[in-house]
């Protein structure tokens, strides 16, 4: 394992045998130039994520790109190509349902590799955090103010007012569903930034958008419809942006 080849080395090769430069990677893969010119200077390593998409745009294995495998033509590959080609005949309805799907797959994912890495974590390296509300990325979930309890996280921890769970798939890649969002309390230029909002008794937390005669709570994952608040109607309906998400963290067992 400790003489696999480097990702920046492979990419070098691959793109010399490609005849393709830099800029013409960056169209196809759709991967900045600064991403990539930080992955062949070694400076980065990709995400999985954009491995593929460099696997893709190179017509090369991942495995091949992730120095475990010499086989440029590893039948992985096939098998990434023929999922790709099913996609893209799938019209736009369907393509979201298959993008919604693999969503969930990767989420059960990372969360069953993150519980493989929590058992070796040493308690030095968590930080304790309490968790006084719990918010719904997603249809919405009752707000008690008054509950808490601790968790623990082995990622960096900015400074916060509070935190809260987050419950649902619908800020899916970016807040995953059992994650904790760290809280700033209060809001200043309402135009897309993601909050937790309290809206008639029940927490949300989504991109929230002021548009003068109404407030539009909007999520990531597309399968979930915009949420739409007139301003008429908050005369009588209790409304408040609670504060802005400037992380979530992960829970592990201490």
């Not at 013409?24 to 992955?39: A, G, M, Q, R, T």
């Amino acid at each position: 394992m400790n003489n696999k080849t480097s990702i920046e080395k492979r990419l070098k090769e691959i793109m010399l045998i490609r005849n393709i430069n830099l800029s013409k990677l960056s169209d196809i893969s759709k991967i900045s130039k600064s991403s990539l010119h930080s992955y062949l200077k070694g400076k980065n390593k990709p995400k999985q994520n954009n491995i593929y998409k460099l696997s893709m745009a190179l017509n090369v294995p991942e495995a091949y790109l992730m120095g475990w495998t010499d086989d440029i033509n590893s039948s992985n590959n096939s098998l990434l190509e023929k999922i790709n080609n099913n996609v893209i005949k799938l019209n736009s309805k369907n393509q979201n349902k298959t993008l919604n799907y693999t969503n969930e797959l990767l989420n059960s994912q990372n969360k069953s590799i993150g519980n493989n890495i929590n058992e070796n974590i040493g308690n030095e390296d968590i930080t304790e955090i309490l968790v006084t509300e719990k918010a719904a990325a997603g249809t919405g979930y009752s707000y008690y103010g008054e509950e808490s309890e601790i968790y623990y996280t082995s990622d960096d921890v900015p400074n916060h007012d509070f935190a809260t769970r987050i419950t649902g798939d619908s800020m899916s890649p970016k807040l995953l569903d059992g994650d904790i969002a760290l809280i700033s309390a209060g809001y200043d230029g309402v135009n897309g930034q993601i909050y937790l909002v309290d809206y008639d008794g029940k927490s949300f937390i989504k991109k929230v958008y002021n548009e003068g005669t109404r407030y539009v709570l909007r999520s990531i994952n597309p399968k979930y419809d915009d949420i739409i608040l007139y301003l008429t109607d908050l005369e009588d309906i209790y409304f408040n942006i609670i504060g802005r998400v400037i992380k979530s963290v992960t829970p592990v067992q201490k």
